[in-house]
């Protein structure tokens, strides 16, 4: 049933798609309210003594990175004192809980363009990465490749492969990476391959496909030219972070690792994180490749069991033997584990029999080895690596044919991406997601 993906998403380890109907075409996100996402939360408990406020936020077309700074920056406190428990989309409407060490008064007076800030209490607990269930979507899709009878039987054709899948292939999606630039797992190898230098040049002048000229033009003039002071002149200032290190390198030239240390600690961890997200992709696109199931385990699998909370537990992964794989199946099949592949880092351990060969031969091919991961220039891009579910459930997944494109509903449990199931229903570019 597999086939191969014939778009740039090939560069980012999206090799293939699951179903085989052909794809709707279409755009996400024409508009950012084309692009819903709220946030199924997990409210810290209410207390009036508590320090922290937390607000459920609404945010139109903000960039994460650049929301927590002007939220900063509009209550006077370090960035440190938000919490937030994941990165939503940019060209979105999203809500979400988030937690500011500030009173409750305070918060309710800021004012940001296109954001609004509700739903106001206090409690002793912040909000950290990872403190939510998953996420509900309202997704339009517009610009389609079909219309009519042919939209509707494509879409109800790969909901109906998905539907007995029970899911989707749990990729990383296009946003993990860059869409207008998709640079950031290039940034992320060369950080832990040990070129420092190449990590900073080319997070500040490495091109994008779709930037506009000036843009352009500013990250060749500062490749040509290795001039970073006078790069603070031209720079154009939406390129927040890449003005971060330019300014760093302008101060303290050589620097390379203090340039990278500079920017926030979220998107430092990012780099490495998107590079590992392409080992997984890549990993995962030759599994389905070789038929390999994603919905049952093979001898040699790594299993993750499922917390009472429906959260993957990573710290308890089981190996599928012969003579565990009757048990392991029936725990897959019902929904109380998923089969895993690495998120490849200094402590990984591989799977066995078919998908271990995968794994090798991937890594092998990125010559890349775990030691790697242990990044003592940057300490706090070190990874110890992880595991992921290879197939990504979701639950109340609805279709409606609309009069120029149609609707897709749906909720995802954490960290998995909409972008991935969308791309089962469009196959399009990857500049169109």
């Given amino acids: 049933m597999t086939i191969e993906c014939n778009t740039g998403e090939r560069l980012i380890g999206l090799e293939v798609y699951f179903s085989d109907p052909l794809g709707t075409g279409g755009r996400l996100k024409a508009s950012p ?86 739903d106001i209490y206090t409690s002793r607990k912040r909000m950290g990465i990872g403190d939510l269930i998953g996420n509900r979507f309202e997704i339009y899709v517009r610009e389609c490749d079909m219309l009519g009878e042919e939209l509707s039987k494509s879409i109800l054709s790969t909901k109906s492969q998905l539907d007995r899948l029970g899911g989707y292939p749990n990729f990383f999606g296009v946003q993990r990476f860059g869409v207008v630039r998709p640079v950031t797992h290039k940034v992320g190898k060369m950080i832990v391959k040990g070129d420092i230098k190449g990590a900073a040049m080319t997070y500040a002048c490495d091109p994008g496909f779709f930037e506009d000229v000036e843009t352009s033009e500013a990250r060749a003039r500062l490749l040509r030219e290795g001039d970073f002071t006078d790069a603070i002149s031209y720079y154009p200032g939406k390129l927040t972070f890449e003005r971060i290190v330019i300014g760093h390198l302008s101060r303290e030239p050589e620097d390379w690792s203090g340039a990278i240390g500079a920017l926030p600690r979220n998107l430092q961890m990012m780099f490495v994180h998107a590079y590992q997200s392409l080992l997984f992709n890549r990993m995962l696109s030759e599994r389905m490749r070789r038929g390999m199931s994603l919905d ?24 599928t033997t012969k003579a565990n794989l009757d048990l392991v199946e029936k725990q897959v ?46 300490p706090q891009c070190s990874s110890k690596g992880s595991r992921r579910e290879i197939l990504a459930p979701y639950s109340d997944l609805n279709v409606s044919i609309e009069p120029d494109g149609y609707r897709v509903c749906f909720t995802l449990t954490k960290g998995n991406y909409a972008t991935t199931l969308m791309r089962e229903f469009m196959k399009s570019d990857m500049t169109k997601y």
Avoid: C
């Fill in 333 to 378: 099949r019902q929904g109380k584990a998923f089969v895993s592949a690495p998120l490849f880092g200094s402590e990984s351990v591989l799977s066995g029999g078919e998908m271990g060969e995968i794994e090798r031969m991937v890594l092998d091919q990125e010559d890349i080895r775990a030691d790697e991961f242990i990044v003592p220039e940057i």
């Fill in 296 to 319: 049952r385990p093979e001898v040699g699998d790594v299993v993750l069991p499922l917390s009472p909370d429906r959260t993957p537990e990573h710290e308890r992964p089981v190996l």
């Fill in 33 to 118: 309210d084309d692009f819903v996402v709220d946030e199924v939360s997990k409210p810290p408990p209410q207390d009036p003594d508590g320090r922290y406020s937390i607000a459920m936020v609404t945010a139109r077309n903000w960039e994460m990175n650049r929301l927590v700074r002007f939220l900063a920056r509009g209550l006077r406190i370090s960035r440190d004192r938000i919490g937030f428990a994941g990165t939503k989309d940019k060209r979105a409407v999203t809500t979400q809980l988030m937690s500011f060490q500030v009173s409750p008064d305070d918060l309710a007076q800021l004012y940001i363009k296109d954001v609004t800030i509700a």
